[in-house]
Nanobody, 120 residues
Framework: QVQLVESGGGLVQAGGSLRLSCAAS????????MGWFRQVPGKQRELVAT???????SYADSAKGRFTISRDNAKNTLSLQMNSLKPEDTAVYYC??????????????WGEGTLVTVSS
């Protein structure tokens, strides 16, 4: 079992920056994908960015050029550096970890989320 805890959310003005962190603990396997998702009331949870254990990254179009995802495998931490924030970035941001477990089933873990509010 894996536990994920996000931190770093808060209130920022448009154009500002914020850095989110996620600490992972438990039985963490070397081959996995971690990512950040976000969700606002009334909408589906959407992908922001992902990064594999090898460091391969992928970003949603809305995040490209502004957000940077990174991870420290030694410390089992995940980060999201958010720059040039816009009011539409306001959401609860969730840390996610996925890997293929026993019987080739996909295992997924989520944090409780951290709120990011961008004022105009």
């Amino acid at each position: 079992q894996v536990q994920l805890v996000e931190s770093g959310g808060g209130l920022v003005q448009a154009g500002g920056s914020l850095r989110l962190s996620c600490a992972a603990s438990g039985s963490i396997f070397s081959g996995n994908i971690m990512g950040w998702f976000r969700q606002v009331p009334g909408k589906q949870r959407e992908l922001v960015a992902t990064i594999t254990s090898a460091g391969i990254t992928s970003y949603a179009d809305s995040a490209k050029g502004r957000f940077t995802i990174s991870r420290d495998n030694a410390k089992n931490t995940l980060s999201l550096q958010m720059n040039s924030l816009k009011p539409e970035d306001t959401a609860v941001y969730y840390c996610n970890l996925q890997y293929i477990g026993r019987s080739y089933t996909r295992m997924a873990y989520w944090g409780e989320g951290t709120l990011v509010t961008v004022s105009s």
